[in-house]
């Protein structure tokens, strides 16, 4: 029934596709914000649904609509700017990649390392390297 009612022209056809686009922007915005602000808790697709009142569907729609990206991939790239952020500002006597990886949510550092250095054309350690040579 829902699928016809938003897929056929009828009288309230502009209203409910005015409700159906109201519904992400408010869910968006606060998922980008528990995101935010909680970087390191173990967020799911289902969590962030459930914690902003909408389905995971109308979540990831709203996601690809007004961000242009997945909600695991938004949290993923929060995680991997926190992660640079750290070691760009850690001293490597002190501390490891690997540690600022589990810090920051990365399990399998070998998938971590690949992920950073696609998003940031340089290997995590290069990274934390030129840190040490800043702070040392």
């Known amino acids: 029934m829902t699928t016809f009612l938003v897929s056929h022209r009828h009288n309230y056809w502009d209203v409910l596709q005015e409700s159906v686009d ?20 173990q967020h799911s697709v289902a969590s962030l649904a459930h914690a902003v009142g909408v389905s995971v569907r109308v979540l990831e729609r709203g996601f690809r609509r007004y961000l242009d990206i997945t909600p695991h991939n938004y949290l993923r790239d929060v995680r ?7 070691l760009e500002v850690s001293v490597p006597d002190a501390v490891t990649v690997a540690e600022v990886a589990r810090r920051h949510g990365f399990f399998h550092f070998g998938r971590f390392a690949a992920t950073y250095r696609d998003r940031f054309d340089e290997a995590p350690s290069d990274t934390l390297r030129r840190a040490g040579e800043l702070f040392g």
């Open 80 to 86: 991997l700017r926190r992660a640079r952020q750290d």
């Open 22 to 41: 109201l519904v992400p922007s408010r869910a968006i915005r606060e998922a980008t914000r528990l995101i935010e602000s909680r970087p390191d808790h």
